[in-house]
């Protein structure tokens, strides 16, 4: 009796949190299947403006000369606040203007002629948009992200309790047959009842996994601690050189595969570098801090391995949300359980459709 009881209750749980948030776990599943492949797609379809043919015998501007470029194109009003270097030498930089709300440009630049490749909006850039419909639904910080983590406290909700009224009352042979296994020659009803559970039991574990460390940013859970440094103002406020500041963090690095070099608006503020030794993962990157007018550097980051636990896990953040923790294997695991994730709530809704319908 009991044993009944729980499961009515929990089917109805299952239910109404399904009808709540499926409509904003349908968008975050289809954005997040498509936004993980984007570099990949980018290189594609963006190739005119991040590639560029090498000259044979030439040599890079000077990092200086190219932040000219790219501010002039940006105008005096908007300041360029990173920029995005890569190592490889068919590359261009990515300078980047930003400010919340308002604007957020982005100038493509060939660092050996320092013409200016493309010039993008990128608040209407279609990765971009898909990015902020899956993290803000394009409502806004406060609105959009109030929704999504609420929807996504109740996504977890329903992969647990799903994963329960799935779990088989005994364990036998014709009984877990039809747990693991679609019967595609079924018709509609049954078909989509296989569906959404074997697909649902299937994903569970990485739909888990993604849910979770979409909360740990939604509750600001992945946060560094910033060390309280600031640059010497005392002195004469000229600006050091970002060429020769990219020389030292260069000089420190021989594996690096990019850099984002992240300049302070703040008087008192610090030049940021980050140094990413892998393309593809987030985690394996060191940190560095600059005086802005001195050029000396105030602080070295730990590599990963040199992290304390929880820092480790705060840094794998990313890449186990995305999957590029493993590697291509792991974005391919992460777009499958996207669209996983898209369907549970079109199939939930036709089998709660139908029932009523037959009632």
Known sequence: MFRTDFKK????????????????????GITGAIYSFSDELKDVFYRDRLYVDVPAGERPK???ELL??????FGNKKKISRVEIQVAPNRTYMFRSLKSGVYFEK??????????????DANREFFNVVLSLHRTLLLGDKVGHFIIRWSVIGFVLLLLSGIALWWPSKWKAKVLKAKFKVKWEAKKKRLNYDLHQVFGFYAFIVLLIIALTGLMWSFDLVAEKKTKLTSDTTGTMQPASHNQILSKVNALNNNTAYYLYNIPAAKSGTVNVSAYLDADKIHQRIQYRFDRYS?????????????????????LNYDLHTGTVI????????????LIAASLPVTGFLMWLWRKKSK
């Open 9 to 28: 209750a929990l089917y109805l749980l299952h239910l109404w949190l399904g009808l709540c948030t499926g409509l904003v776990v349908f968008i975050l």
């Open 62 to 64: 000077s990092f200086d």
């Open 68 to 73: 000219k470029v790219a501010q002039a194109k």
């Open 107 to 120: 100038v493509y630049v060939n660092p050996y002629t320092a013409q200016v490749v493309f010039h993008e």
């Open 295 to 315: 050029g000396k550097l105030l602080l070295k980051g730990k590599n990963f391995e040199a992290l304390p636990l929880s820092d480790q896990i705060k840094s």
């Open 327 to 338: 590697g291509i294997w792991g974005k391919i695991l992460a777009f499958i359980a996207g």
